[in-house]
């Protein structure tokens, strides 16, 4: 089966630029998350969907960060303005059910 | 808040030694703890363990969970250079489905 599909792989932008970042999951697959790990960290859940439903967003610092699934499907993540201590791996999985996560290859985000 | 907790950060190694890599969590409603390995791209999965004391194996990988004392191990015999990664543990919750709580990970690096 084809895997999670992340783009851009890589970006580099200056601080206050816009960024956006697109994610298209596993096929038939339900849940979708989007997780932001920084260099030397583990991930850390920004938003969950389920279909085209968030289902938390409590992570997210919306001030800045905001994402959509229009049509339960895929899915794209904005930062606007960027800060520096957005740098970071974005990481996008998917999920069926209690199944574990299939991750894609993530943006890695370079903010100047 | 729910923690998870790996040890060590950091573990360089010899070829053919046996490693242990440790995660312990405090997660409210806990369901099932995940190891992953990521090297340089996605975190790929390897573990996902319900039930305590069942050893889970794969080839030279094998895990295990103590629900009581609230801790994993994952073991890696023989290593090899293409284990050097990061291992990533993480837990879901009955209340959550799917999604995860990750630790720091630990970075093993395998000597020729």
């Known amino acids: 089966e084809a895997g999670v599909a992340q783009s851009p792989r890589y970006k580099i932008i200056e601080k206050r630029q816009s960024v956006a970042f697109w994610c298209n999951p596993i096929s038939g697959h339900a849940t979708l998350y989007w997780y932001q790990q920084i260099l030397g960290q583990g991930p850390k859940l920004l938003i969950q969907?389920?279909?085209?439903?968030?289902?938390?967003d409590s992570q997210l610092p919306k001030d800045r960060f905001s994402a959509e699934r229009l049509k339960g499907v895929d899915s794209t993540l904005k930062i606007q303005p960027a800060k520096l201590e957005d740098s970071a791996v974005y990481l996008c999985a998917s999920s069926l059910g209690l199944s574990p996560l299939h991750f894609g290859n993530g943006t890695r985000l370079t903010v100047t | 808040e729910d923690k998870v907790v790996q040890s060590p950060l950091s573990l360089v190694v010899h070829e053919g030694d046996t490693v242990t890599l440790n995660c312990s969590y405090e997660?409210?409603?806990?369901?099932?703890l995940l190891w992953y390995k990521q090297e340089k791209k996605a975190p790929t999965f390897l573990f996902m363990l319900?039930?305590?004391?069942i050893e889970k194996k794969s080839g030279r990988l094998s895990s295990i969970l103590d629900k009581k004392e609230l801790f994993s191990i994952l073991n890696i015999t023989a290593t090899q250079t293409g284990d050097s990664a990061v291992y990533l543990c993480a837990a879901s919750k009955e209340t959550s489905g799917s999604r995860l709580t990750f630790g720091e990970g630990t970075q093993l690096t395998v000597n020729p």
């Open positions: 969907f389920q279909n085209n439903g968030v289902v938390d």
């Open positions: 319900t039930s305590s004391g």
């Open positions: 997660v409210t409603n806990f369901r099932s």
